[in-house]
């Protein structure tokens, strides 16, 4: 019921910005809170950051606070994700996800995922 694809993904130097973007559609008049994980090769998918369906709150990452943010455009149905001061280890496939209801920091709890999109953060 709800199709998610990201992009903005690439490679960047260590200090360096990107920004993230994922768009969804189909039934998007549903209330959705949405995130962004992150997965490295081998390890378990983690949580960066998620914004209500409102827009009036958002919840970060300790990886991620002072860094990136989180914010969403109702209007055009699409959230994003501005990285700044990248670093090696924010190096992983990130994930745009969604979930009609509360807020939540555990990926089994949302219903809706994108494909991902690669940052890769040389030093």
């Known amino acids: 019921q709800l199709l998610l694809v990201e992009s903005g993904g690439g490679l960047v130097q260590t200090g360096g910005s990107l920004r993230l973007s994922c768009t969804a559609s189909?039934?998007?008049?549903?209330?959705?809170?949405m995130a962004w994980f992150r997965q490295a090769p081998g390890k378990e998918r983690e949580f960066v950051a998620v914004?209500?369906?409102?827009?009036?709150?958002?919840y970060y990452a300790d990886s991620a606070k002072g860094r990136f943010t989180i914010s969403r455009d109702t209007a055009k149905n699409t959230v994003y994700l501005q990285m700044n001061s990248l670093k090696p280890e924010d190096t992983a496939a990130y994930y745009c996800?969604?979930?009609?209801?509360?807020?939540?920091?555990?990926?089994?709890?949302?219903?809706?995922w994108g494909q991902g999109t690669q940052v890769t953060v040389s030093s």
């Open positions: 996800a969604a979930r009609s209801g509360f807020v939540r920091v555990k990926a089994h709890e949302y219903e809706y």
């Open positions: 189909g039934r998007t008049s549903t209330t959705y809170a």
């Open positions: 914004v209500t369906s409102s827009a009036d709150s958002t």
